[in-house]
């Protein structure tokens, strides 16, 4: 008996949606990093130059997106403030993640009492509200990047050791791991050379998904004023500073930083979760 095998274009469709969907998101995240790295040749106007005569003024030649209350170019600001948007992030995922890693390989190389130790401290910190403990923190020390950084970083840390932990575990119970281990390599060398490499496009994954979740909470402190100072071109501080324009009718000083900030964040997820599929399938 002859079995005929039938394609399934529905399944090949989908799939050509998500490759187009990925590739633009990869593009698009490529345009906001290069306009973070040139903001300063790409702005058309100083980000910061205020203009009260010309306040909440419509798009025109001169300012293509308008400007705001304070009559600062709205362009000049999103382009600037793209930079300060991902520096934030950026630097909660690199603190999470090489934290987390260095806690998740430890607890799960390890085991037993470091494990225990790691794992209750880190569960203690994920219970913990990280939002909430960014505010803490920067009502103690002001307003600025540095400590919310460092709080969400600290609020971070568990999604990736957690992770860590678990891919360590099972990467410990492979047989190349005993072999190395009889030809006399230490388990620095181990993890540093084998495992490491074995976990890192998880972990990247995980990562690219969290530099998301980062722009929004970063964002949110900015527009509660308890992030970047009042002259910073941020992304959510534009929005805070739009609220006022919404209420006299001209909103689009507000939207704008909220489309940048919804479709950056919807990119990453896009790129990180087409990122781990991608390990899934490898390590059927």
């Given at each position: 008996m002859t079995i005929a095998l039938v394609r399934r274009p529905g399944l090949a469709r989908i799939r050509t949606r998500g490759s187009?969907?990925?590739?633009?998101?990869?593009?698009?995240?490529?345009?906001?990093?290069?306009?973070?790295?040139?903001?300063?040749?790409?702005?058309?106007?100083?980000?910061?130059?205020?203009?009260?005569?010309?306040?909440?003024?419509?798009?025109?030649?001169?300012?293509?997106?308008?400007?705001?209350?304070?009559?600062?170019?709205?362009?000049?600001?999103?382009?600037?403030?793209?930079?300060?948007?991902?520096?934030?992030?950026?630097?909660?995922?690199?603190?999470?993640?090489?934290?987390?890693?260095?806690?998740?390989?430890?607890?799960?190389?390890?085991?037993?009492?470091?494990?225990?130790?790691?794992?209750?401290?880190?569960?203690?910190?994920?219970?913990?509200?990280?939002?909430?403990?960014?505010?803490?923190?920067?009502?103690?020390?002001?307003e600025g990047l540095i400590a919310p950084v460092i709080a969400l970083g600290m609020a971070y840390l568990p999604y990736v050791s957690r992770l860590t932990r678990s891919l360590v575990l099972a990467e410990r119970e492979r047989p190349f791991v005993e072999a190395y281990q009889v030809q006399g390599h230490s388990g620095l060398q181990i993890c540093l050379r084998h495992v490491l490499p074995n976990i890192a496009p998880v972990v990247l994954a995980q990562s690219t998904i969290n530099f998301g979740y980062a722009l929004i909470d970063l964002a949110g402190l900015s527009f509660l004023g308890l992030g970047v100072p009042a002259l910073t071109p941020d992304w959510g501080r534009m929005v805070f500073d739009g609220e006022s324009a919404i209420q006299a009718g001209y909103p689009l000083c507000a939207i704008l930083p909220c489309a940048a900030i919804v479709l950056t964040v919807v990119a990453f997820n896009v790129v990180g979760e087409r990122w781990a599929d991608r390990v899934a399938r490898r390590d059927r």
């Open positions: 187009w969907l990925y590739l633009l998101c990869l593009g698009f995240l490529a345009v906001v990093v290069l306009l973070a790295l040139l903001a300063p040749w790409l702005s058309p106007h100083d980000p910061n130059a205020v203009d009260l005569g010309n306040a909440l003024a419509g798009p025109s030649a001169a300012h293509p997106l308008g400007v705001d209350g304070s009559g600062r170019d709205t362009a000049s600001r999103l382009i600037t403030g793209a930079r300060t948007s991902l520096l934030g992030p950026l630097g909660v995922v690199l603190f999470s993640t090489v934290a987390g890693v260095v806690v998740g390989i430890a607890a799960g190389w390890r085991g037993g009492w470091l494990d225990s130790l790691l794992s209750r401290t880190t569960e203690l910190v994920f219970a913990f509200p990280g939002l909430l403990l960014a505010i803490l923190i920067v009502s103690i020390y002001g």
